[in-house]
T-cell receptor, first 112, second 113 residues
Framework: KQEVTQIPAALSVPEGENLVLNCSFTDSAIYNLQWFRQDPGKGLTSLLLIQSSQREQTSGRLNASLDKSSGRSTLYIAASQPGDSATYLCAVSTATGNQFYFGTGTSLTVIP | GAGVSQSPSNKVTEKGKDVELRCDPISGHTALYWYRQSLGQGLEFLIYFQGNSAPDKSGLPSDRFSAERTGGSVSTLTIQRTQQEDSAVYLC???????????FGSGTQLSVL
């Protein structure tokens, strides 16, 4: 069964700092990988989707990379802002596409 | 609608009662997922619907849980004889087709007393 791990579980940084969140998965036979943001008491918002054939995706200050062979993905956030404070989750979909396996997330706090 | 809608947003029930949770996906989305998020835990897959295909029910934790999707649109998750361990946030997500960008609802917070 696919296992998804996110490190660190929590991170606190001063405003303006660049940061990297890590995601690792045990089975490289994935269809795609998705990064989400979850605010307290809310659902999840998809930030970036990387297909298995791609190496990275960018959206604004966010950049996600994928190394399928080593089972790793990183989410890079440039020039962090207090509004970036949230929990970030990564999820990988199975080759059959029937479900996504989620990590337990990294709780990010950006201090003004 | 503009997004995935879930109702109710909060549900408090007594142990042993049945509950129904509703999900209204984005119009035209053929894929629909139900997940459960317990406090401090990751998201747990429950069930997946894709178009008119038979649903993937492999994540349902017991036979007290069931789900249906009528007309390829609205989905209802039913929990019979609720137990305290069923307390969690139940999240619904849809996507245009299969495992692509997921759009989540705000969830239903279920509390079983």
């Amino acid at each position: 069964k696919q296992e998804v791990t996110q490190i660190p579980a929590a991170l606190s940084v001063p405003e303006g700092e660049n940061l990297v969140l890590n995601c690792s998965f045990t089975d490289s036979a994935i269809y795609n990988l998705q990064w989400f943001r979850q605010d307290p008491g809310k659902g999840l918002t998809s930030l970036l989707l990387i297909q298995s054939s791609q190496r990275e995706q960018t959206s604004g200050r966010l950049n996600a990379s994928l190394d399928k062979s080593s089972g790793r993905s990183t989410l890079y956030i440039a020039a962090s802002q207090p509004g970036d404070s949230a929990t970030y989750l990564c999820a990988v979909s199975t080759a059959t596409g029937n479900q996504f396996y989620f990590g337990t997330g990294t709780s990010l706090t950006v201090i003004p | 609608g503009a997004g995935v809608s879930q109702s109710p947003s909060n549900k408090v029930t007594e142990k042993g009662k049945d509950v129904e949770l509703r999900c209204d996906p984005i119009s035209g989305h053929t894929a629909l997922y139900w997940y459960r998020q317990s406090l401090g835990q990751g998201l747990e897959f429950l069930i997946y619907f894709q178009g008119n295909s038979a649903p993937d029910k492999s994540g349902l934790p017991s036979d007290r849980f069931s789900a249906e999707r009528t007309g390829g649109s609205v989905s209802t998750l039913t929990i019979q004889r609720t137990q305290q361990e069923d307390s969690a946030v139940y999240l619904c997500a849809s996507s245009p087709i299969g495992p692509q960008k997921l759009f989540f609802g705000s969830g239903t917070q279920l509390s079983v007393l």
